[in-house]
């Protein structure tokens, strides 16, 4: 009995150390994607926050979460529910949507200026389509919100890295002139509600 117990403790100390693993390979890898996916700069705009909470959150729109199949290369129909992959370019500073395909190319272009963003069809009205991303739904440093309060009229943005299999995550905020770096943290979410979590992190 006594080494039927010493047994069972050997497990629970070994299982014990495993799930707290866990977490920490979550917060490398999220850490790596941020630091090896290339930079997207958009604008976007706060549509809610929730900043008085332990989590602050903020929910945000770009230029890309609303377009028009006319206006684009690649397929015209899409239901809602449905995968789709955004291309946009970045030729010259300049960052703009230019073709969406329901399936990843077989051979997707290799343009250093061209980057693939992953959606999900959210609201299919003909040619127009609502688009959820990774970045739709943040927890931003608290003084970024704060920031965004105190200066209305000044210009949001958000930095992503963009992995090549067209993830999206933020790697920092930026109010006007002042930046906020993203901080990676985990938590557990609803599923199907994209977020990405950040502690407090200084502007530059």
Do not use: W
């Not at 290369?73 to 370019?89: H, L, Q, W």
């Amino acid at each position: 009995m006594i080494k039927d117990r010493r047994l069972s403790a050997a497990r629970l100390t070994l299982l014990g150390l495993c799930l707290s693993a866990l977490p920490l390979g979550a917060v490398g890898a999220q850490s790596l994607r941020l630091a090896s996916g290339a930079p997207l700069t958009l604008p976007a705009r706060i549509t809610a926050t929730q900043n008085d909470v332990l989590v602050p959150l903020a929910t945000v729109t770009t230029a890309l979460s609303t377009l028009s199949t006319d206006d684009l290369s690649g397929d015209n129909y899409f239901s809602p529910g449905d995968r789709a992959y955004v291309f946009v370019s970045r030729s010259q500073g300049v960052v703009y949507p230019f073709a969406i395909l329901r399936r990843i190319p077989e051979s997707p272009s290799t343009a250093q200026d061209t980057l693939m963003l992953r959606a999900r069809v959210t609201v299919a009205q003909g040619e127009a389509l609502t688009l959820s991303y990774d970045f739709d739904t943040v927890s931003p440093p608290q003084t970024f919100i704060a920031a965004s309060d105190r200066e209305p009229l000044a210009p949001v943005k958000l930095t992503l890295a963009v992995s090549a299999d067209g993830h999206a995550g933020v790697s920092s905020f930026h109010v006007g002139n002042k930046v906020f770096h993203q901080r990676v943290m985990t938590k557990g979410v609803v599923p199907g509600r994209n977020m990405t979590m950040a502690s407090n992190a200084p502007p530059i």
